[in-house]
T-cell receptor
Framework: GQSLEQPSEVTAVEGAIVQINCTYQ??????LSWYQQHDGGAPTFLSY????GLEETGRFSSFLSRSDSYGYLLLQELQMKDSASYFC????????????FGTGTQLKVEL | DSGVTQTPKHLITATGQRVTLRCSPR?????VYWYQQSLDQGLQFLIQ???????AKGNILERFSAQQFPDLHSELNLSSLELGDSALYFC?????????????FGPGTRLTVL
């Protein structure tokens, strides 16, 4: 099976940079995804890493290291609207297309 | 707005009852996924359908069942409801030619079992 661990909560100030880590145990997967979820809202796709390295999408970047079983989401120029929960997820090889989500990190952006 | 619709938004019912949650995927998407989100279990995959056929199954209880119809909408049936079934139920879809890791989630149905 797969398990993905994330810090439960991270706090940062507006304008800062924050990194949300994801460590995983999985036997094989296609790539690591990141989703954002505001309170009571639907998860929305942010970023995806199929290969090791950094992927940049505007203020958000995501990194994957398969050898270290580790990835992270980097949020730059934090805004109040970035306050939300962030989930890493994997789609396991041979498991259909289901996503297994991490434990989730609640990000609080303060003034 | 992801283009995925779910009804109803809220559902309040009693233990032992049966409910049906409905989902319409984005136009052109053939895959529909159902997820359950509760405080203690996080986001859990339940089941996936692709063009009417069951494709993958997660930790879905025997009391729960789903189907996808020829028009590609899907229904999740929950029966003999228990207090622990109270949760947010999300439906998601993905494009047939796109990457399945990119899933588009509907607004969810909040189920409260009293």
């Amino acid at each position: 099976g797969q398990s993905l661990e994330q810090p439960s909560e991270v706090t940062a100030v507006e304008g800062a940079i924050v990194q949300i880590n994801c460590t995983y145990q999985t036997s094989g997967f296609y790539g690591l995804s990141w989703y954002q979820q505001h309170d009571g809202g639907a998860p929305t796709f942010l970023s995806y890493n199929a290969l090791d390295g950094l992927e940049e999408t505007g203020r958000f970047s995501s990194f994957l290291s398969r050898s270290d079983s580790y990835g992270y989401l980097l949020l730059q120029e934090l805004q109040m609207k970035d306050s939300a929960s962030y989930f890493c997820a994997v789609r396991a090889a041979g498991g259909g297309n289901k996503l297994t989500f991490g434990t989730g990190t609640q990000l609080k952006v303060e003034l | 707005d992801s283009g995925v619709t779910q009804t109803p938004k809220h559902l309040i019912t009693a233990t032992g009852q049966r409910v049906t949650l409905r989902c319409s995927p984005r136009s052109g998407d053939l895959s529909v996924y159902w997820y359950q989100q509760s405080l203690d279990q996080g986001l859990q995959f339940l089941i996936q359908y692709y063009n009417g056929e069951e494709r993958a199954k997660g930790n879905i209880l025997e009391r729960f069942s789903a189907q996808q119809f020829p028009d590609l909408h899907s229904e999740l049936n929950l029966s003999s409801l228990e207090l622990g079934d109270s949760a947010l139920y999300f439906c998601a879809s993905s494009a047939p030619s796109g990457r399945a890791d990119t899933q588009y989630f509907g607004p969810g149905t909040r189920l409260t079992v009293l």
